[in-house]
């Protein structure tokens, strides 16, 4: 048996037969299991991300600090933004094999809604601001001038740790129910 299969086909409501994909049962564990590595990899970025912020902003050397803040440029761009769309493309693809949907129930629609919200902040708004942190850390480094100031680096983590929670708590709990069909 393959691991995918084309349902039956139904009469739309105005226009022609529509048919739905689903996905078969091996498959669907393959996505739920990669879904569910992703992020809770990407939870894991963003707590380390945390800590090396949170180590940045404690006090001790400075080169305990510069420490911190270069670390934060070897995974915070990335492999930070290639978890975020692996996690996002296997959400796409297990709400549109099951029975689920993308937007059928208001659980799966917000998790979609913060996926692609957190991805993009992570692609234009993070790897940028980590690597000119980094770069003005290096170059602080090297000059011997005070290191960059941190103040827009705390709420990266904070606001991507709980955005995730909140998207793997919807997961379990599926609170809500389904969308109203003249809304999708």
Same mark, same amino acid.
């Given at each position: 048996?393959?691991?995918?299969?084309?349902? !039956?086909?139904? +009469?739309?409501?105005h226009g !022609?037969?529509?048919?739905? $994909?689903?996905?078969? +049962?091996?498959?669907r564990?393959?996505?739920?299991?990669?879904?569910?590595? %992703?992020?809770?990899?990407?939870?894991?970025?963003?707590?380390?991300?945390?800590?090396?912020?949170?180590?940045?902003? =404690? +006090?001790?050397?400075?080169?305990g600090?510069?420490?911190?803040?270069t670390?934060?440029?070897?995974?915070?761009? $990335?492999?930070?933004?290639?978890? =975020?769309?692996?996690?996002?493309?296997?959400?796409?693809?297990?709400?549109?094999g099951? #029975?689920y949907?993308?937007?059928?129930?208001? $659980?799966?629609?917000?998790?979609?809604?913060?996926n692609?919200?957190?991805?993009?902040?992570?692609?234009?708004l993070? %790897?940028?601001?980590?690597?000119?942190?980094?770069?003005?850390?290096?170059a602080s480094?090297?000059?011997?001038? !005070?290191? +960059?100031?941190?103040?827009?680096?705390?709420f990266?983590?904070?606001?991507?740790?709980?955005?995730?929670?909140?998207?793997?708590?919807? %997961?379990?709990? #599926? !609170?809500? =129910?389904?969308?109203r069909? =003249?809304?999708?």
């Amino acid at each position: 048996m393959s691991d995918t299969m084309t349902g !039956p086909a139904r +009469p739309g409501r105005h226009g !022609p037969a529509v048919v739905r $994909w689903r996905i078969g +049962p091996r498959l669907r564990r393959v996505l739920l299991l990669l879904h569910i590595a %992703s992020a809770g990899a990407w939870l894991g970025f963003d707590i380390v991300l945390g800590l090396l912020v949170l180590a940045a902003f =404690g +006090p001790g050397d400075d080169l305990g600090a510069a420490a911190a803040l270069t670390s934060t440029g070897y995974f915070a761009t $990335w492999p930070l933004a290639t978890i =975020g769309l692996v996690c996002l493309a296997t959400g796409v693809l297990l709400g549109l094999g099951t #029975k689920y949907g993308l937007v059928r129930y208001w $659980w799966v629609a917000v998790k979609l809604v913060l996926n692609v919200v957190l991805v993009t902040l992570v692609i234009a708004l993070l %790897s940028p601001g980590v690597r000119e942190l980094t770069e003005g850390t290096r170059a602080s480094l090297a000059d011997g001038r !005070p290191l +960059p100031e941190l103040t827009d680096m705390a709420f990266p983590p904070i606001v991507s740790t709980t955005a995730v929670l909140v998207a793997m708590t919807l %997961s379990v709990f #599926k !609170p809500g =129910g389904q969308v109203r069909r =003249g809304a999708r």
